[in-house]
């Protein structure tokens, strides 16, 4: 019997649990640093060719990185395979560029302060080898575009721009050779305005061979290029509440946007106009039980799109069905145990985040306590449950106490849908296969060292959490051994941001300010 | 660099510009291209200008629709028509920027270009140009390509049609829906370029493929395919083949699709003729005005009448008419506005009858209706049932609906309604107008609101041109004279401003006679906003009465304004004075 045989010879069950193996760290402390408020992380996204990542922070700055192994160039690429990579065929991604998405602003109308903090960032389809991507913070939604650009120069001019401003009159002189009223200072040049203008008019004999003595702008191309960041578009102004979630459309035109109580749909092209498409506004604010947490597109269907509520429903809607989708296609929620009820039953079955898996069947969503995978063609309840935070029950009080209750953890699937991923406390997260049968369920530290606290059993109560909320933000990988029984709570170390890699088994992951790359 | 000869420094500091930081003087540049073109001559333009313009295609989007534009109309300047073929690569290189207006500009100035080139350079030009788009990788490209077939196709040799014809199936099934959405939107404007041997072989079937696609958003403009292509084919085919797909689009799950097919239905019955519009495309018509979705019910109200104008006044009566008694009544106030927006022009087309026994009922209520937009829409086209029943009619009913617009709480209402008011003043004679309209006229003047007060001043004028100076002096005058001493300084000003723009109306005498007075003495109020709108309507005046009257009554007046302790006061009058004395220089 050799390895080989024994691959053969392994039942179709369920896949192995993945080895997750540490790849990269962006922005890593060194022990003892404090964390800067805006360098922390606020959304995490890869694009569609799991190519190029992006981050935002709370800083209003979006980070790009793009992947340096898999540059596709073709046959090129196998001659550099066969030299250079052998074994390590994991993405692995570098700083491509950053820029400032959104400023802090001051709303005059209704005397409020608008953070510049990122809450999500979508990516849109790529053009001309641009990249395009919208970002927003709570109110406003930016169209960016990210070109590389070669650096150019402008070597001769007809008119030495040096001179020019010896005379001091170079502006004027460039502004009355356009405009068609010439400025009185263009007499101090030496010549009349009228006479100097009906050369650009009519009176002019143009040779039929040209001037000679004119020329062009010679341009220097250099070879170096530098990455330019441009804001294409601006949607401002439609959103009441704060923004919870963007999504782009498989159509390639439009897009939505979330708040609390209204879902938007734009046009990417037109700026200045959005429809109405989903207003849970009751007519009495004092009615209000629910509030919209999350929206997403479904990834092929131009018509449907799910959001989830603080009632821990999901709603499919289709909008084929009318232009205002108040009523929902489908409802999807979990009936809760009777007898189970708490002051904290509400509060806990919010859901902060759904996903569309990649091929639209299934839908991931995550509450406080717990992922559900749901089929959109069973509405009777979740196909799977993921107890993620179950070891916390007991605790809840606490958590109310500090507010920890009502942090929103995102969640994510595999490109290829058979596991999923979300984050939690003392910078952990969980990674679940969600394929029958499948038992894996795997708890990761975002450090260097991940799979450090897989033989802790969550379901054993934390231990000392007063004095884990009073501790100072620290880095855990550097320094074992503050916490080396590994059961201890840290609720300001959460982890709540994190992506999969559409492609291949690459997570993505936020540390407060440092992005950890692990991969399987 | 610096032996530029001193009267060619504009133009050399204008081609510096084309590379200016400032994308101001840049587009200035861009716009003056011809004049750059001429200075360089026709041969420098071609060798050196337009490869210039080629290499600078990063510029901010809109320098770039600039050149785009600029490049449409550049024939003359690259040495006529045999020359044009060195304009396509720069347009080429636009045609694939991702900004959609740019791509738009490029296309449309490619066919202008195209049209005027040989067949020649067509073949050898213009034709690999747009196949070369329609292979780009990036769907921008691909995008615009799609514009340009039906340009490409009629001179084409018989081997590049039957590409040009598979190469653009091909994009009707391209990965990205854009590139599908530009195949469909363009593809009546290409089908007409096709013969019809290979419209039905060819062209149909890209055509049914897009009707069926999964995106809502192709469907929806292969719509718009239905009524281009349905003039196209042969009667027979077109009932055959599109009617149906027509009639299925118009019962698609999707409400977008629906709405276009209830925009676009009658465009289609023009196509076909009146027997299967009756058999086929009436019911699909009655379904969409009776729709689930607002918006369908609202795009097909709007149709009505165009629709009914291709029915006889009897398929009329019989079907639509009853739909539109329903959707007078519609719970949604935008229907009914759709509605009452469109239906008093089908009165000329069923009669004076069927308009006074089965209209009129529905133009009452309508005019009843809670919702002030529909109420003003009615009376908006009040001229069109006037030249079929009267006004009689209708005008017990019209009273009480424009006295509660005229009263309405949202001011814009009350400011619509004004806008309306000289159009029923001639509609319904002055009689009926002394009687129930001119208080209301005099009411707007004291409005809360100013743009009301603007609003009313410029109405009191429009009706003096309607009635006349003679009744102006019997109806508005005296109320307006009454006016000026109103205690609110606001409304003494709208008074001001109504006696500025009807001194033209009335003429010399009236205004020197009645109003001028009125003027001179508000020239004593204690308000400076009253004394220097004084001087602002004493200017406005000086050019409509005698030089004897400025002299004698306004320049007094002006020049005591111009001692004024109020700076803006003096500033005022002092412009007026200046302003007479040119009228007296002049005259």
Redesign the interface.
């Known amino acids: 019997m050799n390895g080989g045989d024994e691959v053969v010879a392994a039942p179709a069950g369920p896949p192995q649990p993945l080895e997750w193996k540490f790849s990269q760290v962006f922005g890593e402390r060194t022990a003892g640093e404090e964390v800067q408020e805006v360098d922390i992380i606020s959304a995490i996204e890869f694009d569609k060719s799991g190519n190029h990542l992006a981050t935002g922070d709370r800083g209003g700055r979006v980070v790009l990185f793009e992947r340096t192994d898999a540059k596709d160039h073709g046959g090129s690429r196998r001659d550099l395979e066969s030299v250079d990579y052998t074994i390590s065929r994991h993405p692995e991604f570098r700083y491509k560029t950053e820029f400032q998405s959104h400023e802090p602003e001051f709303d005059y109308l209704k005397s409020l302060e608008i953070e510049e903090k990122i809450n999500k960032i979508r990516w849109c389809?790529t053009?001309?080898?641009?990249l395009?991507l919208l970002s927003t913070n709570d109110k406003t939604i930016k169209y960016w575009?990210v070109q590389e650009?070669k650096v150019k120069k402008?070597s001769?001019?007809?008119?030495?721009p040096s001179?020019a401003i010896a005379n001091g009159c170079i502006s004027s002189?460039?502004?009355?050779?356009?405009?068609s009223s010439p400025r009185p200072s263009y007499l101090a040049?030496?010549?009349s305005p009228d006479?100097?203008?009906s050369?650009?008019t009519n009176d002019f004999p143009?040779?039929?061979?040209?001037?000679p003595?004119?020329?062009?702008?010679v341009?220097v191309?250099s070879h170096e290029t530098s990455l330019i960041a441009r804001c294409?578009r601006v949607y401002a102004h439609a959103h009441d509440y704060h923004i919870n979630s963007i999504s782009s459309n498989?159509?390639?035109?439009?897009f939505i946007s979330a708040d609390d109580l209204r879902i938007n749909l734009w046009n990417l092209?037109i700026s200045n106009q959005s429809f109405n498409i989903v207003d849970v506004k009751p007519a009495n604010m004092e009615d209000l039980t629910e509030v919209i947490t999350s929206a997403e597109f479904h990834p092929t269907?131009?018509?449907m799109l799910a959001y989830s509520s603080s009632k821990g429903s999901i709603r499919l809607v289709d909008?084929?069905?009318?232009?205002l989708c108040d009523t929902h296609a489908k409802l999807f929620e979990e009936q809760e145990a009777p007898g189970s009820r708490s002051f904290f039953t509400e509060i806990i079955a919010s859901i902060s985040d759904i996903k569309f898996g990649k091929d639209g069947r299934y839908v991931l969503s995550r509450d406080y306590m717990t992922l559900k995978l749901w089929d959109i063609n069973m509405d009777s309840g979740p196909v799977a449950t993921f107890q993620v935070h179950e070891y916390l029950r007991p605790k809840l009080c606490d958590l109310y106490e500090n507010d920890s209750i009502f942090d929103k953890f995102e969640c994510c699937l595999s490109g290829d849908g058979s596991r999923v991923a979300t984050g939690s406390y003392s910078n952990l997260f969980r990674v679940f296969g969600c394929t029958p049968g499948s038992a894996e369920a795997t708890t990761l530290e975002a450090s260097k060292n991940p799979m450090r606290r897989q033989v802790q059993t969550p379901a054993r109560p934390a231990r000392s959490l007063g004095s884990s909320l009073t501790r100072v933000v620290r880095r855990g990988a550097d320094s074992p051994g503050v916490d080396a029984n590994g059961n201890s709570f840290d609720f300001t170390t959460k982890l709540l941001h994190l992506a999969w890699h559409p492609t291949e088994n690459s997570i993505a992951c936020a540390a407060a300010n440092s992005l950890y790359m692990y991969y399987a | 660099?610096?032996?530029?000869?001193?009267?060619?420094?504009?133009?050399?500091?204008?081609?510096?510009?084309?590379?200016?930081d400032d994308i101001q003087?840049r587009l200035?540049?861009i716009r003056?291209l011809s004049?750059i073109a001429?200075?360089?001559?026709?041969?420098?333009?071609r060798k050196?200008?337009i490869p210039?313009l080629g290499?600078?295609n990063?510029d901010d989007d809109e320098v770039l629709l600039a050149m785009a534009e600029e490049l449409g109309a550049f024939v003359p300047y690259v040495g006529g028509i045999e020359h044009a073929n060195v304009l396509l690569p720069p347009l080429e290189a636009l045609c694939?920027?991702?900004?959609?207006s740019v791509r738009d500009k490029a296309v449309e100035s490619l066919c202008r270009i195209g049209a005027r080139m040989t067949g020649k350079d067509l073949i050898e030009y213009f034709i690999p140009l747009v196949k070369r788009l329609a292979a780009v990788e990036?769907?921008?490209a691909r995008v615009s390509s799609c514009g340009l077939f039906h340009m490409a196709y009629p001179i084409a040799p018989e081997v590049s049609k039957t590409e040009l014809r598979t190469i653009y199936g091909q994009l009707c099934q391209d990965d990205?829906?854009?590139v599908r959405?530009s195949a469909a939107s363009h593809l009546g404007k290409f089908a007409a370029t096709v013969e019809v041997t290979h419209l039905k072989t060819n062209i149909l079937p890209i055509f049914e493929d897009l009707t069926r696609d999964?995106?809502?958003?192709v469907r929806l403009l292969a719509v718009e395919g239905c009524a281009a292509l349905g003039k196209l084919v042969d009667p027979e085919d077109c009932v055959e083949i599109i009617l149906p797909i027509m009639v299925n689009f118009s019962k698609?799950?999707?409400?977008?699709?629906r709405y276009m097919v209830a925009n676009k239905l009658y465009e289609l019955s023009e196509a076909v003729g009146p027997e299967p519009t009756r058999s086929d495309l009436l019911p699909a018509y009655v379904r969409l005005l009776r729709d689930?979705?607002?918006?369908v019910r609202i795009a097909a109200a709007g149709k009505v009448t165009q629709f009914s104008r291709i029915l006889n006044p009897e398929l009329a009566i019989q079907h639509i008419l009853p739909c539109v008694k329903e959707l007078s009544a519609d719970s949604s106030q935008h229907v009914r506005s759709a509605l009452a927006s469109v239906i008093m022009g089908m009165a000329p087309d069923l009669g004076k009858d069927a308009t006074i026994v089965q209209l009129l009922p529905i133009f009452l209520s309508l005019l009843k209706d809670d919702f002030p937009d529909v109420r003003l829409n009615i009376i908006s086209k009040l001229d069109q049932v006037n030249q079929v029943i009267g006004i009689d009619l209708l005008s017990q009913s019209l009273l009480p609906a424009i006295v509660e617009l005229a009263e309405d709480g949202h001011w814009r209402v009350r400011l619509a309604i004004i806008e309306y008011i000289p159009l029923l003043a001639s509609q319904l004679g002055v009689e009926f107008f002394d009687d129930k309209l001119g208080a209301l006229c005099m009411q707007w003047l004291k409005d809360k609101v100013y743009s009301i007060r603007d609003a009313a001043a410029n109405n009191v004028k429009r009706l003096a041109e309607e009635f006349g100076p003679d009744w102006a002096m019997q109806h508005i005058i005296p109320q307006v004279l009454d006016m000026v001493n109103d205690q609110n300084y606001l409304y003494r000003m709208t008074i001001l401003h109504a006696i500025s723009l009807l001194a033209p109306v009335l003429g010399s005498e009236i205004t020197s006679s009645k109003l001028l007075p009125l003027v001179i003495n508000a020239s004593k109020d204690r308000v400076p906003n009253i004394k220097f709108n004084v001087a602002k309507v004493l200017q406005s005046i000086i050019p409509v009465v005698d030089q004897s009257v400025v002299e004698k009554t306004i320049r007094p007046c002006l020049a005591e304004l111009r001692e004024d302790p109020d700076v803006d006061v003096r500033f005022f009058a002092t412009q007026a004075l200046k302003s007479s004395n040119q009228v007296g220089k002049s005259s």
């Open positions: 389809q053009a001309n080898g641009a395009f575009k650009k402008i001769e001019m007809n008119v030495d001179k002189i460039a502004s009355s050779s356009n405009s040049n030496g010549g006479k100097s203008y050369y650009l143009f040779p039929p061979g040209g001037i003595s004119l020329r062009l702008p341009v191309t294409r498989s159509d390639g035109e439009t092209e269907h131009c018509n909008l084929r069905q009318s232009a | 660099m610096a032996t530029i000869d001193e009267p060619l420094y504009p133009i050399a500091v204008l081609i510096d510009e084309l590379k200016n003087l200035n540049s003056k004049t001429r200075v360089l001559g026709e041969e420098r333009t050196e200008l210039f290499e600078n990063d694939s920027v991702e900004e959609t990036w769907f921008t990205m829906p854009m959405r999964e995106q809502d958003s698609d799950k999707s409400w977008r699709v689930n979705e607002a918006e």
